[in-house]
Structure formats: structure tokens, C-alpha cells
């Protein structure tokens, strides 16, 4: 009687392991066309993304379209600008997320449920909610047109997630470690400094990429903000490929995307051990 049940389990664990296997090659194929159709358009020459006959790949490697895009949208003072505004936005995240987040989860007011819902409910507001009052409110202060105000709102819109993942990190750490360090004569600030930050450390770097990238990539928020050519950050310059009539340099926009995507993915690869730690950590009661 027992070897029925044992046998049907494992018949159905022998069925679905391929299919498991095979859906997760789909999706991997999915996600990998785009990128290589990135790759092979920006090595095409323009006679070859002009033609209906080109196949997927490049006949001949050209670096035309590279030069080209360097050039013509000054991506190296968009790239500085957008490095500049997303470095500045994850560190000013960062320092004001990790105290909340802390105060959230081991100082138990009444003030904590009614701070996490409204945590959570301001991530339901869509951009074009708020950006009309927002714009008067920066222009009123003298901060359209800047990097410095496109750091402000870049940080507003990413410490309410920031500060829920952080609550996760800091929710699976034993307090018992906290209450252990002041018996040994330990204060709050040595304890925070010595226990909880390296033990936060792995959540840090999680919160502070997804800040990261988010700030490199966003593109409605500078849209309105920010005119001037100078100050345009990286996803604004690749949009002067996008004519006035929809025509679309091709070549040129995929090159500056493919230069556009290596600082993100180079912080990606350098960091991905800690961040799937991080993920991993959070999980645990988040």
C-alpha cells in the first residue's frame, strides 16, 4: 500500500522536472532576444538595418553607430550626470531608510502601523498623480533644471520601498544580540555600529542597487524636470535618436542603449553574491 502512492509521486516529479526545465528555457530566451537583438543592431551598418533581406546577425561588424552615438548625444556628460544623480540618491536613501527602518521594527509605537501603511499606500499613486504639484513645488524653490532636485524627488519616490525592504533585514535579526551587547556594558550606538550594520550589511547593498538602477533608468521624472542639455541625464540623451516625426536611428539608439546598460550591469555582476545573500536574508521574516 505504500509503494502506490511513492511510485505516483515520482512519476509526477519525473513528468514535471522536464517541464520546469523547459519553461525556464522559454522564459531564459525571452528575456535573452531582446538583448541580442540590441547587440546585433548596433553592429549593423545602416545599408543593412535599411534592408528587408538583413538577418539577425550583422554581416559585417561595424563601430560606426558607437562613434556616432558618442558624438552626437555627448552620452560621457549624460552618463556623469545620471552616475552623479543615482549615486547621490542611494547614499541620501540609505542613510535615512536604515534609522527607520530600525525605528520601525524595534521601537513598537502606535505610530508604527499607521507609518507602514502609509509606507505602502504611497506606492499606489502613478507618477502623473503628483508630477504637476510637484513641478510647481520645485519651481517655486528654485530647483527645476537641476541635478539637485532631481536627486530630491529620485529619493522621495525610492525611500518608501527602500525603507519596507529594510524592515525585513532588520525584522531577522535577533534582538536577543541586541539585549546581549548592552549586558556587556555595550551602548545603542556602539551596538548599531558593531552588531546590527554588518549584519545589515548584505540588506544594504540589496536596497542601495535596486535604488541604484532605478535612478539610472528613470525617465519621466527628468522628462519634465530637467531642460537643460547639460543637466539631461543618460535616458534623455538616448531619446534624441527619436525624431520629431517617430523616425528612429536605429543603429545609434541601440548602440548608446548597449553603452548605456555596462555601468548598471558591471555594479550588477561585481555585487550579485552579496545581493543574493541580501534577498535570501530579507526573506527570512520579511
Known amino acids: ?3 502506490l502512492p511513492r511510485t505516483s509521486t515520482v512519476g509526477r516529479s519525473a513528468v514535471a522536472r522536464p517541464l520546469q526545465y523547459l519553461a525556464l528555457l522559454a522564459y531564459m530566451c525571452f528575456l535573452a532576444f531582446p538583448l541580442l537583438f540590441l547587440l546585433s543592431t548596433a553592429f549593423k551598418t545602416p545599408r543593412e538595418l535599411k534592408s528587408p533581406d538583413a538577418g539577425l546577425l550583422p554581416e ?9 552615438a558618442i558624438t552626437k548625444a555627448d552620452l560621457f556628460t549624460a552618463a556623469g ?5 543615482s549615486a547621490t540618491t542611494t547614499v541620501l536613501v540609505t542613510l535615512v531608510a536604515l534609522p527607520a527602518a530600525y525605528a520601525l521594527v524595534r521601537f513598537r509605537t ?5 507609518a507602514t501603511g502609509w509606507i505602502l499606500l504611497s506606492q499606489v499613486f502613478p507618477f502623473i498623480l503628483i508630477i504637476i504639484p510637484l513641478f510647481l513645488l520645485l519651481k517655486n524653490i528654485g530647483l527645476v533644471d537641476t541635478l539637485l532636485g532631481l536627486v530630491l524627488v529620485y529619493a522621495v519616490w525610492a525611500l518608501p520601498f527602500s525603507l519596507w525592504m529594510l524592515q525585513g533585514y532588520v525584522s531577522a535579526i535577533p534582538v536577543e544580540l541586541e539585549e546581549a551587547s548592552a549586558v556587556d556594558g555595550a551602548g545603542r550606538l556602539t551596538t548599531l555600529t558593531r552588531i546590527v550594520l554588518p549584519l545589515l550589511a548584505p540588506g544594504l547593498v540589496a536596497t542601495s542597487l535596486f535604488t541604484f538602477i ?5 525617465f519621466f521624472f527628468a522628462l519634465v524636470l530637467i531642460q537643460d542639455p547639460d543637466m539631461q541625464t543618460l535616458p534623455l540623451a538616448l531619446a534624441r535618436f527619436v525624431g520629431v516625426e517617430g523616425q528612429v536611428q536605429l543603429g545609434q539608439l541601440a548602440a548608446a542603449a548597449l553603452l548605456a546598460c555596462v555601468p548598471s550591469l558591471a555594479f550588477f555582476m561585481f555585487i550579485q553574491k552579496r545581493l543574493t545573500a541580501g534577498l535570501l536574508s530579507g526573506a527570512v521574516k520579511g
Do not use: A, I, Q
Request: proline fraction near 0%; charge should be neutral.
Open 1 to 3: 500500500m505504500t509503494t
Open 60 to 68: 559585417h561588424f561595424d563601430l560606426g553607430n558607437f562613434s556616432s
Open 81 to 85: 550626470n545620471s552616475l552623479l544623480v
Open 110 to 114: 502606535k505610530l508604527r502601523g499607521l
Open 214 to 218: 532605478n535612478s539610472w533608468n528613470e
